[in-house]
């Protein structure tokens, strides 16, 4: 069983719809990554989080530490937001090396 | 800043054949480090430096070296290339070590080994 679970797999909507994509992982962690992927492959930091929530523009991003859950959301999406979004997460312990572990990805696509 | 650079982007190898795909940084990191990114499977971890003349293996190391002569160039080596290494490779950098910091990422480098 992968340590990152994300779901949906994909997501297909309108634009304007608002998003959640969610992330669960099964182990202790001191950090969590949201990435999104291109279309194009390059690969980009949304947000890095251990607590509480960070909004950035039109995206929000939750964590329950005790719920071992992230949430991504999306408003008034555009097709511009369609992309592959990554969860990451730092387990602990992680004996000083800091490997993340990656989740498969959530493929949106979000249709004008 | 150009960010994190990474060559070629795109690559074709027969099965033995050795390579080096290069990655370079222009935004004084310490922490570098190499993923592979298959489909179904999410990304992993080959190497990673966390500094000049400092590497250490990841989750998929076997068949790849690197070394970190400078803090800028992160180079990954394929030594006898394999159909399994078959796969976008991507570089990544941060500036804390990696997994407490905002990750940075390079272009990637998709590898066919036939």
């Known amino acids: 069983k992968n340590e990152v679970e994300q779901s949906p797999q994909n997501l297909t909507a309108q634009e304007g719809e608002f998003i959640t994509i969610n992330c669960s992982y099964s182990?202790?962690?001191?950090?969590l990554h949201w990435l999104q992927q291109h279309p194009g492959g390059g690969i980009v930091s949304l947000f890095m989080l251990s607590s509480g929530k960070k909004k950035h523009g039109r995206l929000i991003a939750t964590i329950n530490i005790q719920e071992k859950h992230s949430s991504l959301h999306i408003t008034a999406s555009h097709p511009r937001d369609s992309a592959v979004y990554i969860c990451?997460?730092?387990?602990?312990?992680?004996?000083?090396?800091?490997?993340?572990?990656f989740g498969t990805g959530t493929r949106l696509t979000i249709i004008p | 800043n150009a960010g994190v650079t990474q060559t070629p982007k795109f690559q074709v190898l027969k099965t033995g054949q050795s390579m080096t795909l290069q990655c370079a940084q222009d935004?004084?990191?310490?922490?570098m480090s190499w993923y592979r990114q298959d489909p179904g499977m999410g990304l992993r971890l080959i190497h990673y430096s966390v500094g000049a003349g400092i590497t250490d293996q990841g989750e998929v190391p076997n068949g790849y070296n690197v070394s970190r002569s400078t803090t800028e160039d992160f180079p990954l080596r394929l030594l006898s290339a394999a159909p399994s290494q078959t796969s976008v490779y991507f570089c990544a950098s941060s500036y804390q070590r990696g997994g407490t910091d905002t990750q940075y990422f390079g272009p990637g480098t998709r590898l066919t080994v036939l």
């Open positions: 935004m004084n990191h310490e922490y």
């Open positions: 990451a997460v730092l387990p602990i312990p992680n004996f000083g090396n800091e490997k993340l572990t």
């Open positions: 182990v202790g962690i001191s950090a």
